[in-house]
């Protein structure tokens, strides 16, 4: 079965600066899509950035970009010039057949 | 474009009675899911359904949860009984369609329900 793992549960970041959010996932897949996901305190579910497993080239979305490593089975998220409204849960998820997301991890941006 | 759209945002029950969500999905997607997100936990699926039919439900406790879909557009996830480990948000998510290119993957979620069982 497919595990997705996000080994930190919090991190935090300095406004401006940029921070890195890691994931693993375990497949034997080889076709297959990877997505961030963002949780407000609202509670809504918004896709960040997304990946299709079968290109080399990271996705890349404004301040938002990915270093999918396909071998290593990563696909992290880096968060350039951070922002106040970017503090939330943010979910890695994986899917193949459904919908699989890691454990989140809780970003914090501090003034 | 109207997103996905659920109702009630929160309800409180006490345990044994029973309780019902609706979502309604984005305009034309024919996928809708229901997740369940524990506190501290990521979402896990439910249930899927592909138009009015159900194509995933694996992880669906039937002894006590159902959900319907039955004009392929509103879906109703009902508990009963519930039970104090029901307290979770559930989350209904909708997409174009499955399998394909990555567009017709990608799920769009609701703002979600917020369940607290006494």
């Known amino acids: 079965a497919q595990t997705v793992t996000q080994s930190q549960p919090e991190m935090s970041v300095q406004e401006a600066e940029t921070v890195t959010l890691s994931c693993t996932y375990d497949t034997s897949e080889s076709d297959y899509y990877l997505f961030w996901y963002k949780q407000p305190p609202s509670r809504q579910m918004i896709l960040v950035i997304r990946q299709e497993a079968y290109k080399q080239q990271n996705a890349t979305e404004n301040r938002f970009s990915v270093n999918f490593q396909k071998a290593a089975k990563s696909f992290s998220l880096k968060i350039s010039d951070s922002q106040l409204g970017d503090a939330a849960m943010y979910f890695c998820a994986y899917k193949g057949g459904k919908l699989i997301f890691g454990q989140g991890t809780e970003l914090s941006v501090k003034p | 474009e109207a997103g996905v759209a659920q109702s009630p945002r929160y309800k409180i029950i006490e345990k044994r009675q029973s309780v019902a969500f609706w979502c309604n999905p984005i305009s034309g997607h024919a996928t809708l899911y229901w997740y369940q997100q524990i506190l501290g936990q990521g979402p896990k699926l439910l249930i899927q359904?592909?138009?009015?039919?159900?194509?995933?439900d694996s992880q669906l406790p039937k002894d006590r949860f159902s959900a319907e879909r039955l004009k392929g557009v509103d879906s109703t996830l009902k508990i009963q009984p519930a039970k104090l480990e029901d307290s979770a948000v559930y989350l209904c998510?909708?997409?174009f369609g499955q399998g394909g290119v990555l567009a017709k993957n990608i799920q769009y979620f609701g703002a979600g329900t917020r369940l607290s069982v006494l």
């Open positions: 359904f592909q138009n009015n039919g159900v194509v995933d």
């Open positions: 998510a909708s997409s």
